[in-house]
């Protein structure tokens, strides 16, 4: 239900860029949150960027936040991840998933990824010089 389409680029320098992409249904997109997760070594999944079907209220972990955009492409089914001025504390493997109804994108994402309905394959995103 949720394919995980990367960028075709998984290494960067710091300071890069990369785009991450997930594939999905319009009926998902239209009644499913979204949101982006990873997994760095040695520590626990967290929830990095979440987006609302409903009205598009979107959410960032602290460590993202102004660096890192979510949106929706609603013409091409996708929920992509615009992941700039990328650090090295940015090197995990990050999933994208979806969940029916959450309480909020906040809450979503603050859980890191409980009970979510869908999830994609992870991809590894590499930072480092």
């Known amino acids: 239900q949720l394919q995980l389409v990367d960028s075709g680029v998984d290494f960067v320098q710091p300071g890069g860029s990369l785009r991450l992409s997930c594939a999905t249904s319009?009926?998902?997109?239209?009644?499913?949150?979204i949101g982006w997760f990873r997994e760095a070594p040695g520590k626990k999944r967290e929830g990095v960027s979440c987006?609302?079907?409903?009205?598009?209220?979107?959410y960032y972990t602290d460590s993202v936040r102004g660096r890192f955009t979510i949106a929706r492409d609603n013409a091409k089914d996708t929920v992509v991840l615009q992941m700039n001025s990328l650090k090295p504390e940015d090197t995990a493997v990050y999933y994208c998933?979806?969940?029916?109804?959450?309480?909020?994108?906040?809450?979503?994402?603050?859980?890191?990824?409980?009970?979510?309905?869908?999830w994609g394959k992870g991809t590894l995103v590499t930072v480092s010089s």
């Open positions: 998933a979806a969940v029916m109804d959450p309480p909020t994108v906040r809450t979503m994402c603050v859980l890191g990824g409980r009970d979510m309905d869908y």
């Open positions: 319009a009926l998902i997109l239209a009644v499913y949150a």
């Open positions: 987006i609302s079907s409903r009205d598009g209220s979107t």
